[in-house]
Nanobody, 125 residues
Framework: QVQLVESGGGSVQAGGSLRLFCTASGYTSGCMAWFRQVPGRQREALLSTFPGGPYTTYDARVRGRFFISQDNTRNTVSLQMNSLRPDDSGVYYC?????????????????????WGQGTQVTVS
């Protein structure tokens, strides 16, 4: 049974940084991604990565501010968020899907990811 558990969320002032972590169990390393959801909207893909591969940025608003990395030995993926803005507030979800095409999905659609964490709240004020 695959389980993804996020941690590291919290409150931070605008301009600050925060690092989120996602630990996977029961999951053979593949594509892992971060999504964000704000009230009233669907989850939106931010970035994804897979072992040995480049990362994919789905949301241009985070380019140059958010960075994703994967530690295969610990089966974790992290999201380093810098220069945070109030509109970065939301619930951040870790997602995963086995690699079948040699890379992560090129489109950041929720339906392309098989496994999800419970989410962690990030509030920027």
């Amino acid at each position: 049974q695959v389980q993804l558990v996020e941690s590291g969320g919290g409150s931070v002032q605008a301009g600050g940084s925060l690092r989120l972590f996602c630990t996977a169990s029961g999951y053979t390393s593949g594509c892992m991604a971060w999504f964000r959801q704000v009230p009233g909207r669907q989850r939106e893909a931010l970035l994804s990565t897979f072992p040995g591969g480049p990362y994919t940025t789905y949301d241009a608003r985070v380019r140059g501010r958010f960075f994703i990395s994967q530690d295969n030995t610990r089966n974790t993926v992290s999201l380093q968020m810098n220069s945070l803005r109030p509109d970065d507030s939301g619930v951040y979800y870790c997602a995963a899907v086995p690699i079948t095409s040699g890379r992560c999905p090129t489109a950041g659609r929720e339906s392309l990811f098989s496994y999800w964490g419970q989410g962690t709240q990030v509030t920027v004020s």
